[in-house]
């Protein structure tokens, strides 16, 4: 493309900013939960069928997928946006603050969802790629794990992707940079607990029973052990207590019989994660055997790994280089340990998950902040991405 179609191109989309504004306030305004995005479906099956696109809608509970096909190519890629809020109260107090008490667009899928409705605004006029762009709005991204429902309901039986890409916007990021890497992105969210049993007893004469208490402390600094000693130096993961409880803190003369601890385990690798799960086990039954305790681990997944593929990475970066500059691109973002339900989407289909950079807010401003609002500025910035990366994935000269 000549740098004066590239130009044309690039005043077309910012021509739409003000419209995209209007959408994402509106989203923000009347934020919907998991399963729950009926309002923000709506608009959204509204304006893609006001475009021209197919539009397929309930996949997954309140999923939408909107598809698009110019040229005679076959090759298809799909593009996902999140559109579910959080249980929060917001204490912005902007005209576009939530007016649902205690929900809030606290993850910026306002934004998301607004970024994907303008590249499919722009591409259904475009006729610069050649093939099917599948636009997947999904639900319940927070914990809830819509792109799951959206598959398990047939999402790439019914619209069959050659590759798919995601994209979230991050503070701490510079606004409208892009950034991105191969390999995990983000970590498998795991929780687990152990709870020791023992015949507890007074505590004046422990030598009458057995004590779940020294158990439970001795299992606490082994576990300690799995991350240091029995993950990888070059892989990483992280195993965390979140929980203690046994006994009462009325009857301090009494040793509990049960005590419970529970915590989170991150991992990068499904190596890892086989790994840490069955050195819990182990570790924990080791150390109630020695102290003639009992304990009962249970180990629930969560979200796997968001792992990029090399392949659709280099795609998204050449993508990124040309929306938003190679200055304002990083291909070696550090991997961060939040959980991402887009995981499952890649377990399927090639693909890369990308950030894109919302500013320096407050440090209170982070996403699940009662404060935290998408940045309006890198709208354009997000929707020249998603457009320039459809030019890439189905050009038009290829
Ligand atoms: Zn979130
Ligand atoms: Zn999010």
Redesign the pocket.
Known sequence: MSDQDKQEQRRKIEALTDELQAIRRDIHKHPETAYEENRTADIVAERLESWGLDVHRGLGGTGVVGTLRKGDSNRAVGFRA?MDALFIQEKNTFDHRSVHDGKMHA???DGHTTMLLGAARYLSESERFNGVLHFIFQPA??GEAGAKAMIDDGLFDLFPCDAVYGL?NMPGIEAGHIGLRAGPILAASDRWTAEFRGSGGHGSMPHKGTDPTVAAAQFITAMQTIVSRNVDPIDTGAISVGHITGGDPGSLNIIPSDVLVGGTARSFSDSTRDLIERRLGEVAEAIAGAHSCEVDVSYVRGYPATVNWREQTEIATRAAEAAVGAARTDPNLNPLPGGEDFSFMLQQVPGCYAFIGNGFGEPDEF?HAPRYDFNDEIISSGVNYWVELAETELDDMS
Do not use: L, P, R, W
């Open positions: 999140d993850c910026g899928h991204e927070e979230h996403v």
